[in-house]
């Protein structure tokens, strides 16, 4: 189990949205959840997103994964990055849990990288919170204030700036943690073989948002009302303030509908970016099979990277990988349950089996993957 010290705890939590951070042993006595080869190992499944940055001469460039063969790439200059590792790796998901004093919606995923000595993606600029981890090894790490940087030439495809004057300038060694907020330009540098955790941290675009609120309302058949005026323009070709503020206000009102707004919350912040390691059970369990697991002492185990989501004020709905399902009346506290729990054990699941709608799906949900049987330790 890993767990932050408590007055790092403090210092994020003043620190969060608003300036880099940097909090040496962070985490006391820290253990890496996964050894350099099952990192390369994890990169080779079907559904990891992977890739490999080389630098030579102030250059970088990127190779997509899965890639087998490491050895081409030499001793130094290199980094290997593997996206979403939490979804593979149970001991990396405990890792991600230490960050849990924030919201699960706004959690993306923990990429882990290894590089060679000299190894890094260069001087770049991320629209997300990210908070570092450094596991074996050393890395330099620079970090500059915020504000206009440029694009840096000839890496069009990588997002990178230009150099930058440095705020923090610190050599991480395990355990050590460095905050950083969107906008702030940063660059590791690898000093010996070392892993690296990245755990992320998004919001929303407006474009994503109002992309979401258009698909919801295609979905349900909702936002038909048209827009109405009782004056019109004198000027035949001009677009009047009155009709321009009466379709800000279409829009506005839709915006404000809770009913409308909470749902296409729920479905948007409950996707994943990246694909779940979902393991479909054949043959499928049956409700007497899996009550009989739970009562002989297994558990449901949540499945890595699965964002189970509530609405405030909403006791019936669960938002589970983009989908709502809105089970009966009655069971708020056992929905809760599901949602804030990975670990599921038979009592925390006796009102859900109970009840045959909510026994129904819970079983389909298992059948499907996000939850699994595993015995108590």
């Given at each position: 189990m890993y767990s932050l010290q408590p007055d790092a705890l403090d210092a994020i939590r003043h620190h969060w949205q608003q300036r880099p951070l940097y909090i040496p042993a962070a985490f006391a006595d820290f253990i890496d959840p996964l050894e350099p080869d099952e990192l390369a190992g994890v990169a080779l499944e079907e559904t990891a997103s992977s890739r490999?940055?080389?630098?030579?001469?102030?250059q970088w460039r990127a190779e997509?994964?899965?890639?087998?063969?490491?050895?081409?790439?030499?001793?130094?200059?290199?980094?290997?990055?593997?996206?979403?590792?939490?979804?593979?790796?149970?001991?990396?998901?405990?890792?991600?849990?230490?960050?849990?004093?924030?919201?699960?919606?706004?959690?993306?995923?923990?990429?882990?990288s290894f590089a060679a000595p000299g190894g890094g993606v260069g001087p770049h600029v991320d629209n997300y919170d990210v908070f570092i981890i450094q596991g074996q090894g050393r890395r330099r790490w620079q970090v500059g204030n915020r504000g206009p940087h440029r694009p840096r030439a000839g890496h069009s495809t990588m997002a990178l700036v230009e150099?930058?004057?440095?705020?923090?300038?610190?050599?991480?060694?395990?355990?050590?943690?460095?905050?950083?907020?969107?906008?702030?330009?940063?660059?590791?540098?690898?000093?010996?073989?070392?892993?690296?955790?990245?755990?992320g941290f998004r919001a929303p675009s407006q474009q994503e948002l109002i992309s979401q609120l258009a698909d919801c309302l295609q979905d349900q058949d909702l936002g038909k009302r048209r827009f109405i005026s009782n004056s019109e323009p004198a000027q035949p070709q001009r677009i009047s303030q009155a009709h321009q503020q009466g379709m800000a206000k279409l829009i506005s009102q839709l915006v404000a509908d809770t009913a409308t707004l909470g749902p296409m919350l729920g479905t948007l912040l409950s996707q994943n970016r990246f694909?779940?390691?979902?393991?479909?059970?054949?043959?499928?369990?049956?409700?007497?099979?899996?009550q009989h697991a739970l009562q002989q002492g297994q558990h449901l185990q949540r499945v890595g990277g699965l964002k189970c989501l509530q609405l405030e004020g909403d006791d019936t709905s669960l938002f589970l990988d983009g989908q709502r399902w809105c089970l009966p009346n009655g069971l708020a506290d056992a929905i809760t349950d599901l949602a804030r729990h990975h670990k599921l054990e038979f009592p925390m699941l006796t009102p859900l089996l109970s009840n045959p709608q909510s026994a129904a799906e819970l079983l389909q949900w298992v059948n499907q993957g996000y939850w699994y049987l595993q015995d108590n330790h």
């Amino acid at each position: 189990m890993y767990s932050l010290q408590p007055d790092a705890l403090d210092a994020i939590r003043h620190h969060w949205q608003q300036r880099p951070l940097y909090i040496p042993a962070a985490f006391a006595d820290f253990i890496d959840p996964l050894e350099p080869d099952e990192l390369a190992g994890v990169a080779l499944e079907e559904t990891a997103s992977s890739r490999v940055i080389i630098q030579q001469q102030g250059q970088w460039r990127a190779e997509p994964g899965p890639i087998e063969d490491f050895s081409r790439f030499g001793d130094q200059g290199w980094q290997l990055l593997v996206q979403a590792v939490n979804h593979f790796v149970p001991a990396a998901a405990e890792l991600a849990s230490a960050f849990r004093f924030l919201p699960d919606w706004r959690f993306d995923d923990l990429m882990v990288s290894f590089a060679a000595p000299g190894g890094g993606v260069g001087p770049h600029v991320d629209n997300y919170d990210v908070f570092i981890i450094q596991g074996q090894g050393r890395r330099r790490w620079q970090v500059g204030n915020r504000g206009p940087h440029r694009p840096r030439a000839g890496h069009s495809t990588m997002a990178l700036v230009e150099d930058f004057d440095a705020i923090i300038d610190v050599e991480m060694a395990p355990g050590d943690l460095l905050y950083i907020p969107p906008g702030y330009p940063h660059c590791g540098q690898t000093l010996v073989p070392s892993l690296s955790y990245s755990v992320g941290f998004r919001a929303p675009s407006q474009q994503e948002l109002i992309s979401q609120l258009a698909d919801c309302l295609q979905d349900q058949d909702l936002g038909k009302r048209r827009f109405i005026s009782n004056s019109e323009p004198a000027q035949p070709q001009r677009i009047s303030q009155a009709h321009q503020q009466g379709m800000a206000k279409l829009i506005s009102q839709l915006v404000a509908d809770t009913a409308t707004l909470g749902p296409m919350l729920g479905t948007l912040l409950s996707q994943n970016r990246f694909e779940l390691d979902l393991q479909p059970l054949q043959p499928p369990l049956s409700l007497s099979q899996l009550q009989h697991a739970l009562q002989q002492g297994q558990h449901l185990q949540r499945v890595g990277g699965l964002k189970c989501l509530q609405l405030e004020g909403d006791d019936t709905s669960l938002f589970l990988d983009g989908q709502r399902w809105c089970l009966p009346n009655g069971l708020a506290d056992a929905i809760t349950d599901l949602a804030r729990h990975h670990k599921l054990e038979f009592p925390m699941l006796t009102p859900l089996l109970s009840n045959p709608q909510s026994a129904a799906e819970l079983l389909q949900w298992v059948n499907q993957g996000y939850w699994y049987l595993q015995d108590n330790h």
